[in-house]
């Protein structure tokens, strides 16, 4: 039954993820290819969407593939599968937090849990650069197309105004505009 599928895999993706949303699609994103739920292109252009919609980047994406695969109660068990186990994670936590907050295993673990977490969105980043700039292969003729000049104006963009301390709302507002504006301007 799809809805126990959906339920389980996202609790188990949810359950073993540590470091939100980005740290988890490495994992969500193979578990979706290889149970044939999406494809890779449907996969990235619904990254593109829920980074300018309002929420956790995890529930989106959950949501999103259990309305896919099985509708509103699709979505609903997606989403339930993928926020649970962080639920129940902060519930023992909180329990017990002033008990082994100064814990040296615990200080230790986080400090392990940090370098495991920046791999994971680098995972993520590359995957899915590969994937929209190479999806035919390598090849140096990408260099040499519009949408990687455009690609990388927006990203240099976003970057300054990162660095300038713009409001992040402001950041992705202006990058879902200009990525609308520029699929419409130059048909991508």
């Known amino acids: 039954m799809i809805y126990l599928d959906l339920f389980f895999t996202l609790f188990k993706i949810g359950a073993f993820t540590f470091g939100g949303g980005y740290a988890m ?70 329990r017990f937090y002033e008990k082994f907050k100064k814990s040296k295993t615990v200080e230790g673990v986080m400090s392990g849990l940090k370098p495991a977490v920046i791999g994971l969105i680098a995972s993520a980043v590359i995957s899915i650069g590969t994937t929209v700039f190479f999806a035919n292969g390598f090849s140096l003729s990408v260099f040499s197309t519009k949408e990687f000049y455009i690609s990388l104006l927006i990203f240099a963009l976003s970057i300054v105004l990162v660095l300038k301390k713009l409001n992040p709302v402001f950041i992705i507002i202006l990058s879902a505009t200009l990525g609308i504006l520029t699929g419409f301007l130059f048909g991508l």
Do not use: M
């Open 25 to 94: 699609l490495p994992l969500i994103q193979s578990e979706v290819l290889r149970k044939g739920w999406l494809s890779q292109k449907q996969i990235v252009d619904f990254i593109a969407v829920s980074e300018s919609t309002p929420g956790p980047f995890a529930v989106n994406i959950s949501t999103y593939v259990g309305s896919v695969k099985g509708g509103i109660l699709g979505s609903f068990c997606a989403t339930l599968g993928v926020v649970l186990p962080s639920f129940i994670i902060i519930l023992i936590v909180a």
